[in-house]
């Protein structure tokens, strides 16, 4: 499976990537130089500084797929099946470390978990949690996708604005990543049905005059989350 790679926020250069080879970025020094620079400004008092720093990190788009070297847009890409719930509003390291001890003790004791969630991180300023999961079988929108997963993991205070597809996580050092199942990501395969799908509904769409005033789910509810291990 591959996943969109940006240089910057700013980039308007889509890379298409591999697991493995964004696995080897994060590890790059200049994220971690960067991070540790977001840190020491937020230690000064300097919020401007460390916002300018964050859109110096690589960002990644989780949930489409874009040509390479095709700008992101909200609706331009290929739907790959995984999403991201954001909890940014911890007041300081210490309550955010909390709370990834929370999340990590609700996934060991979870298999619902264990099956859907890809990836959970702390965010450039470590305070808060990023979460990388699998769509969930049965839901028929992001927002409903992101309910669901806030509920298994009893914390529904996230950040609402991750609802589409084209929403960007800023890269962080490997060490800041608390849970990993890397292997899943990669064989994220049965979002290549989803792809086709969405490939025949954009042409059935260009080639008619009028669009269907019919809402189609982003995704096939008939695949299960156990299907994509």
């Not at 960002?59 to 790959?80: C, E, F, M, S």
């Not at 205070?157 to 929403?167: H, I």
């Not at 890397?182 to 064989?187: C, F, K, V």
């Amino acid at each position: 499976m591959l996943y969109s790679y940006f240089d910057s926020i700013k980039s308007r250069q889509c890379e298409q990537v591999t697991v493995d080879e964004l696995v080897n970025r994060l590890k790059n020094p200049s994220i971690k130089s960067t991070c540790d620079g977001i840190l020491k400004a937020l230690e000064e008092g300097d919020a401007e500084k460390a916002s300018r720093l964050k859109t110096q990190l690589p960002v990644i788009v989780l949930g489409q797929l874009y040509d390479n070297g095709k700008p992101r847009a909200k609706d331009g890409g290929k739907p790959t099946g995984v999403l991201m719930i954001d909890y940014d509003d911890c007041k300081t390291i210490e309550e955010a470390k909390e709370l990834m001890s929370h999340i990590k003790q609700q996934w060991l004791s979870d298999i619902n978990l264990q099956e859907l969630i890809l990836a959970v991180h702390y965010s450039p300023r470590m305070h808060g949690e990023h979460i990388w999961y699998r769509w969930i079988d049965g839901c028929h929108s992001y927002a409903e996708c992101n309910d669901r997963i806030a509920r298994l993991i009893g914390r529904t205070d996230y950040d609402e604005a991750c609802k589409d597809n084209s929403r960007c996580s800023f890269l962080v050092p490997i060490d800041y990543f608390e849970i990993t199942n890397w292997d899943a990501m990669a064989q994220n395969e049965p979002f290549a049905k989803l792809q086709e799908e969405q490939e025949q509904r954009n042409a059935t769409f260009t080639s008619s005059s009028k669009p269907s005033s019919e809402k189609v789910p982003p995704t096939d509810a008939s695949i299960s989350a156990s299907a994509y291990i």
